[in-house]
C-alpha cells in the first residue's frame, strides 16, 4: 500500500510538473506574440529563456517566424501577412512620425552609450535636412513646439520599446522651454533592443545605389521577401505560414479575402491550425462559413479589444449595434444580391445617430463628447475602431458591416457607483 501511494503521489507530481510547464510554455508565447521586441526586465522573459529551443522550433514550424533569445533580451521577427493593410502600426503615427523615428534610430546606431534629448535633436535636424527627403517635402527644425512634440513622442516610442533608458531629465520641459539646455533629458542606449528594432529579411544597407527599389510597395517587398523553395512541399509551407501569421495577428480571417490558392489551403486546413495554434496560444477557435476567428476570451492577447471601457469604445459599440441591426433589417427586407452587397451606411447617419442617442447616454460620456457637432469626431474613432478590427469595410463615405460584427450586442448599461 505505502508503495502505490508513493507511485501514486509521484504521478500527481510530474502531472503538475507538466501543466505548469505546458502553461509557462503558453505564457511566453503569447508574450512574445504581444511583445516582439522584449526586455530582460519584463515579467515573462525568465520564461522565455527557459523554453526558447521550444519556442524557436514551434514558431519556424508554424509561421516562419525567427526567435532569438539572448540573456539581456528576446526579439521575434515577426512579419505582417499583408503589408498593405493600412490600420496596423504604432497608435499615433503616421509616414512623418515613421520617418522621425527611423531617422532617430539613425542617430543611436552613431551615438555613444548615452545620449540626451537636445543632443539627438540636433543631430537628427542634420539627417533630416538629407537632399533626398527635401525632395520629397519633408522638413523638420524643432523651432516649433508641435516638432518638439513630434521628437519627444518618438523618444517614449523608444523607451516604450527598451531602446532608451530614461537615465534623469524630463521631456515634456524639453517641449516647453524650446530645447535649451536647462531642459533636457538623458538616456542610456540599448545597442541589443536597437539592433533588434527592424524586422526585415534583407537589410537596406545592403542595396547599392543603383539597385535600390524606388516605390514604397517595392521597399515594402525587398525588405520582406522570404526564400520559397521551388516545390510542392516549399508553396504549401508557404501558404501555411501565410495563413497562420493572419490567424496568430488579425482578429478574423474571411474567405473571401483571401487569394484562390490560399483560399483552397484555407478550407481544408483550417480545423487542424486552429487547432495547433489554439493549443499553444490559448486562443479559442470561432469557425463559420465565412471564416474563421482565433478568440482571446481574456480580452489580453490584442491591442484593441472590443468591448472595453470609456466614451470611444461605448461609441465604437453602438455604432456596431446600428450597422448590424441596419444590415439584419436590409436582408428581412428581402434584398437582393447586388442591394446586400453594396455599401449599407453612410457615415453621415452613423453619426447622426451618434447624436440622437447622447441625449440617452451622453452622461457617461466625457464632457468634449456631449457638445453640438461632436458626433462627426465619434463616428470617425468608432469606424476606424471597427475597421481595424475587420467587423466593417469602409468604401469613400459608406461603410458596410463584416460578417463578424453579428457577435456584438449592446446589453444593459452597468453603472458602478463610487463608494463616496
Not at 7 to 29: K, S, T, Y
Not at 38 to 56: I, K, P, Q, S, Y
Not at 279 to 307: F, Y
Not at 401 to 420: H, K, Q, Y
Request: with cysteine; aromatic share 6%; glycine share 8%.
Amino acid at each position: 500500500m505505502t508503495a502505490d501511494r508513493d507511485d501514486e503521489g509521484g504521478r500527481g507530481i510530474g502531472e503538475r510538473q507538466q501543466r505548469f510547464q505546458r502553461d509557462e510554455l503558453r505564457a511566453a508565447l503569447r508574450a512574445l506574440l504581444m511583445t516582439p521586441l522584449m526586455g530582460a526586465a519584463h515579467e515573462d522573459f525568465t520564461a522565455v529563456r527557459r523554453h526558447a529551443e521550444r519556442l524557436r522550433e514551434w514558431f519556424a514550424r508554424e509561421t516562419g517566424w525567427t526567435l532569438h533569445v539572448e540573456r539581456d533580451g528576446a526579439r521575434l521577427y515577426k512579419r505582417p501577412a499583408d503589408l498593405a493593410d493600412a490600420t496596423r502600426g504604432l497608435p499615433g503615427y503616421d509616414r512623418r512620425r515613421y520617418v522621425l523615428l527611423c531617422l532617430a534610430c539613425a542617430v543611436l546606431e552613431r551615438a555613444d552609450p548615452q545620449i540626451t534629448l537636445r543632443l539627438l535633436g540636433e543631430r537628427l535636424l542634420q539627417l533630416a535636412g538629407e537632399p533626398a527627403l527635401a525632395s520629397l517635402g519633408f522638413t523638420f527644425t524643432l523651432g516649433a513646439q508641435y516638432e518638439r512634440r513630434e521628437l519627444v513622442a518618438v523618444c517614449r516610442t523608444l523607451l516604450d520599446l527598451g531602446v532608451l533608458q530614461r537615465v534623469a531629465g524630463d521631456e515634456e520641459a524639453f517641449v516647453q522651454a524650446g530645447g535649451g539646455e536647462q531642459a533636457d533629458a538623458l538616456y542610456d542606449v540599448q545597442r541589443r533592443a536597437l539592433a533588434g528594432m527592424m524586422a526585415a529579411v534583407r537589410g537596406p544597407s545592403t542595396w547599392t545605389t543603383e539597385e535600390a527599389p524606388v516605390t514604397l510597395d517595392a521597399r515594402q517587398r525587398a525588405l520582406t521577401e522570404e526564400h520559397m523553395a521551388d516545390s510542392e512541399e516549399g508553396r504549401r509551407t508557404a501558404l501555411r505560414h501565410h495563413i497562420a501569421r493572419r490567424l496568430l495577428d488579425d482578429p478574423v480571417v474571411y474567405v473571401d479575402t483571401l487569394a484562390p490558392e490560399a483560399r483552397s489551403y484555407f478550407i481544408n486546413q483550417r480545423g487542424a491550425m486552429a487547432s495547433r495554434l489554439g493549443e499553444a496560444s490559448g486562443l479559442v477557435a470561432e469557425q463559420r462559413a465565412e471564416g474563421l476567428a482565433l478568440v482571446d476570451e481574456g480580452g489580453l492577447l490584442t491591442d484593441l479589444a472590443m468591448p472595453s471601457e470609456g466614451t470611444d469604445a461605448h461609441v465604437t459599440l453602438l455604432a456596431a449595434e446600428y450597422l448590424a441591426a441596419h444590415e439584419r433589417r436590409q436582408r428581412s427586407d428581402g434584398a437582393d444580391a447586388a442591394r446586400a452587397a453594396a455599401p449599407a451606411t453612410r457615415e453621415q447617419d452613423i453619426a447622426e445617430y451618434l447624436r440622437e442617442v447622447r441625449e440617452r447616454f451622453g452622461r457617461y460620456w466625457r464632457k468634449s463628447a456631449r457638445e453640438p457637432g461632436a458626433e462627426r469626431d465619434l463616428a470617425v474613432i468608432a469606424i476606424e475602431r471597427l475597421e481595424k478590427l475587420q467587423l466593417v469595410e469602409r468604401d469613400s463615405d459608406f461603410v458596410r458591416p463584416r460578417p463578424a460584427l453579428a457577435r456584438f450586442a449592446l446589453g444593459d448599461a452597468e453603472v458602478r457607483e463610487s463608494p463616496t
